[in-house]
């Protein structure tokens, strides 16, 4: 899938949107892809490969974890001296950890890859690790409560996640699936690509925009982390280099806005600048695809 595809769909989802006055039919998608066909295209994907294989990119578990830490403490230190008791501090650090690694990570990172399964275990390790704290920190920078035991468990039962710790699981234990069975599953699970395409174009809104907001998301969530992979992974394999650069550096997830609007912190100006930052992103890429 190529950029003008991928912007193709999301205008799609837009248009959709504003014929549909229903919300219905974009829940149902939803749940379809993040249910569904998100969890096969994540289990064919990492099924299909064997430990050697998991082993020679070790280094993407290991970005996972620097990136998280190095966006979740610069966003906390920026809110703690600069946004003090501001509810927007508890927003930011949310929208800087959470990145949209499925929706818009798998489809840039197909740009520049054939074979896109370190993105896959980036973003669906990040998801294990970021869902409980993102819920803790919205629960505390708000007036509701939230268990954290609760939330982990809840990111383990969620489709994709848990379609991916069995597929390691198999390739842990040295169990090969025939390719009779794994490749119509990863056939099935690519359509969760452009469904998430049309899904997050359904969502666009420009209300409540904020361009200091803005360019605080942006640079938490985007800048620091690019520059942080760029220079110390420039070297590394492209699979490895590539899935992770893409990834590290994906904008705010639409789930980081839904857990926002459950606890009613800032999701408005949330939305409205997940929804900038992407293009930004998207043009970011476009233009690294072209340089390479």
Known sequence: MNIAEMLALIALGYVLKRLIKSEKPFDYLRILVNDVLLALFIFGNVSSKDLAYLLSIKTVFLYVFLVIGISLSTSYLYGRFKLKDDPWAGALMVLSIYPNTAALGFPIASLFLSDITPAILYSTTNS???????TFIAAHYSSGGASVRESFLKALKFPPTLANLIALALVIAGIKLPAGIIEPIKTIGWLSIPLLLIYFGSRITLRAFDVRKLLEVGTFRIAIPFAFVFLTLRWARPEVFYSVLVEA??????AANAILAQYRLKAEEAISVTFVLTLLVIGLFIALRFLI
């Open 128 to 134: 294990m690790i970021v869902i409980p704290i993102v």
């Open 249 to 254: 550096s994906m904008p705010p997830a639409i």
